[in-house]
């Protein structure tokens, strides 16, 4: 294995659950909805404004715009590294691994998000709203591929959706599941298969 490919959300990017409300957990549920909602993804696409969407979520979720706007700016400036995947990332790099991005993601999340110090390590990133495709759909899988010049069977997508790795194993990428809800478990697994000489 050559290519580590990293999803964003949920894997190496999230929030803190002890740090908010039920609350604002609820207003959010959304998100781990199979599939996405139409809205979010467009989001993610780039087709939709922050504006528009924050209108949305103002009908779904039948609360006040400007709470809505309260909880979408929280739900960017909370987000922080996933520590063990953080940290795992770190050592892939210094291993000689090479690392990419490939995420669902909105302008300004990818905005915020690129300012962590970890983000520099990736040597190419293809983020859905500047590419106007989302995973699953196979395009952008083919445009990481493409644009990096990677061997399907050389590269490992990590992700926390079983939909999109599916995607990507029919392009013969080789696929992990995240488990967002016990990351440093996930880590461990990965860091066994690609970090023995550390682990052992």
């Not at 302008?107 to 995973?135: A, H, M, T």
Request: aromatic share 10%.
């Amino acid at each position: 294995m050559e290519n580590i490919v990293f999803d964003l959300g949920g894997v190496l990017f999230a929030r803190d659950r002890s740090k908010c409300t039920q609350e604002f957990h609820d207003f959010f549920s959304f998100i781990r909805s199979e599939p996405m909602p139409a809205f979010w993804e467009d989001y993610d696409r780039g087709v939709l404004t922050l504006d528009e969407v924050t209108g949305i979520l103002s009908g779904v979720n039948a609360c006040p715009r400007a709470k809505c706007e309260e909880y979408l700016r929280l739900s960017i400036d909370m987000q922080e590294p996933v520590k063990p995947t953080e940290q795992l990332v770190r050592d892939l790099k210094a291993a000689g691994y090479k690392l990419f991005v490939l995420s669902n993601m909105s302008r300004e999340f990818i905005d915020f998000l690129r300012r962590f110090p970890v983000y520099g390590l990736f040597d190419g990133e293809v983020v859905s709203c500047e590419e106007g495709v989302v995973k699953p759909e196979p395009e952008i899988y083919r445009r990481l591929l493409g644009r990096y010049g990677l061997d399907p069977a050389q590269t490992l997508f990590i992700d926390d959706r079983p939909a999109n790795i599916a995607a990507a194993a029919a392009l013969g990428i080789r696929g992990q599941l995240f488990d967002h809800s016990a990351p440093a478990a996930t880590c461990d697994l990965l860091r066994r298969s690609l970090l023995p000489e550390i682990v052992g």
